[in-house]
């Protein structure tokens, strides 16, 4: 049998596939990428002779072969560049993501990404209606597929499919202003089991569902079309193995020291590290810190603030601005309060591989997760794998995934700057013993929840669906 025409019968599809290009001189090479969906899926797929990931390389064009990395076998999906503006930064990122995201900046309905949207997702639906056996398991990820699974059910009824979304399922009210909601509800439908980060996200689904569908809702079981669908919370975890080895690792831990000295050894480190997104709040943390050294209730004496931002999406409506303000008020507070030599906050808008990631949340005593609105926060989950000592404070917002099972963080509302500045301030007045029982709790709570926890629970209810 010629490779292409292998069938498979466990089958992933998100939008990019689970490797990113990494060039040494003239040559590149795919190389696995570091996110936590790779990690989740590791155990289930790598080695596995069954299973293949499907989705796009990342570069725009046509389509390679099919190709191994580190045991995943890749099975390239082509987008073209007219259609990555199209679909991806359009549709995808400047229509859904922001309407998802409470409308934090206003949703733009073109009805040409729309187009772009249904034909990147029927070439998706088509490439694993190709590549699945019968009665295959696929499952496909995030709101760049949401119409993947009904066309999928269209051409493949034998499958079992699942959906996950990464990101919220806004309030109902937002919902219903998106021009194509009921094509996009339909779409979803067509799974199985939809997973959901939240409750709180899977309560807004099936209230958008029935208002859109009329489809009676039994518990979190759509009836639909004749067929049932499943809704439910499944909070996404990390690979805290890996982590928390990285925490342990000596190389890290000098590296960390070596941080801290260049920082000139001040006793409070506050730390954030965020994809740089207008949804991370990264502006509040900032003027909230601002705040506090102007009213002497922090001091430059013995703070600092490190800001990593890793560049994301610079073509997207909203990314621009928000980097323009974000560096402004970082300009703003150094130029005020800092001293020759050393600045308050260090601001990297940069990617840091994870050990150095790692390095930092060693030596931050505060970590600062401020998000407007947040499917999970990984970075939240990450810091608290990262503190085998119990020390350090996470002031978590409200409104992220995270919130709901780190209960014990310092949980803050965005919106209300004076409420953050009180938490920031107590948080760098607390001796660090303090901290150990919320941190000890948070610890357990990231250690029975990992990916690969959060993966089998998913595939095991999906399995169950009858
Ligand atoms: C989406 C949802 C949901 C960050 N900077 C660097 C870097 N990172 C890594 C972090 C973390 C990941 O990226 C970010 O994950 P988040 O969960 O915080 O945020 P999103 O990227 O928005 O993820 C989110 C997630 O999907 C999973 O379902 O939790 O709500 O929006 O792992 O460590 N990694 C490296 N360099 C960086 O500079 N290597």
Not at 195 to 209: E, I, K, M, P
Not at 345 to 362: D, G, R, T
Not at 374 to 383: H, I, P, R, S, T
Request: charged share 20%.
């Amino acid at each position: 049998m010629a490779a292409g025409d292998q069938k498979w019968s466990f089958v992933v599809v998100a939008n990019r596939l689970p490797v990113r290009r990494v060039w040494e001189g003239d040559t590149a090479q795919w190389v696995p990428s570091p996110g936590g969906l790779v990690s989740a899926l590791r155990p289930v797929m790598s080695g596995n002779p069954d299973a293949v990931w499907a989705g796009w390389t990342g570069v725009p064009g046509p389509g390679t072969e099919p190709f191994e990395v580190d045991g995943f076998q890749c099975h390239p999906v082509s987008v073209s560049q007219g259609e990555l503006q199209l679909f991806y930064e359009g549709f995808s990122n400047a229509t859904l993501w922001p309407l998802f995201h409470d409308a934090l900046v206003p949703p733009e309905y073109h009805r040409t990404w729309w187009d772009a949207y249904r034909t990147v997702n029927q070439r998706y639906a088509a490439t694993v209606a190709d590549l699945a056996a019968p009665g295959a398991t696929v499952w496909i990820h995030d709101y760049h597929l949401l119409l993947v699974p009904g066309l999928l059910r269209e051409a493949r009824p034998d499958l079992r499919i699942g959906f996950f979304l990464h990101i919220p399922f806004p309030a109902r009210e937002l919902y219903i202003r998106l021009p194509w909601r009921a094509e996009i509800v339909d779409g979803l439908l067509g799974a199985d089991l939809i997973g959901l980060q939240t409750q709180l996200s899977a309560d807004n689904f099936c209230r958008a569902v029935n208002r859109i569908t009329g489809a009676k809702t039994t518990g979190r079981v759509i009836q639909h079309n004749g067929r049932a669908t499943q809704a439910g919370a499944f909070p996404i975890g990390i690979d805290t193995d890996r982590i928390s080895r990285l925490a342990a690792d000596p190389a890290v831990q000098a590296r960390a020291a070596e941080i801290h000295q260049t920082l000139g050894s001040p006793r409070t480190v506050l730390l954030g590290v965020d994809r740089l997104d207008y949804t991370k709040g990264i502006e509040v943390r900032l003027r909230a810190f601002r705040e506090l050294l102007a009213e002497g209730r922090l001091s430059v004496d013995d703070c600092v603030l490190v800001q990593i931002a890793e560049p994301s999406r610079s073509q997207v409506t909203g990314y621009a601005e928000v980097r323009r303000e974000v560096e402004q008020m970082v300009g703003d507070v150094n130029g005020n309060f800092g001293v020759m030599g050393r600045p308050v906050v260090h601001y990297l808008h940069q990617s840091q591989p994870i050990e150095e990631l790692v390095a930092m949340y060693l030596i931050a005593d505060i970590m600062l997760v401020t998000p407007l609105r947040d499917g999970m926060n990984l970075v939240a989950k990450e810091y608290v794998a990262s503190r085998p000592d119990n020390t350090g404070v996470l002031v978590l917002s409200e409104f992220t995934g995270a919130a709901q099972e780190l209960r014990t963080a310092e949980l803050i509302n965005p919106h209300d700057i004076e409420g953050l500045k009180s938490a920031m301030e107590a948080a760098a007045r607390r001796p660090p013993a303090e901290a150990g029982p919320a941190m000890r709790t948070m610890r357990r709570v990231v250690r029975s929840n990992t990916a690969q926890r959060w993966a089998e629970r998913f595939l095991d209810r999906l399995e169950a669906c009858e």
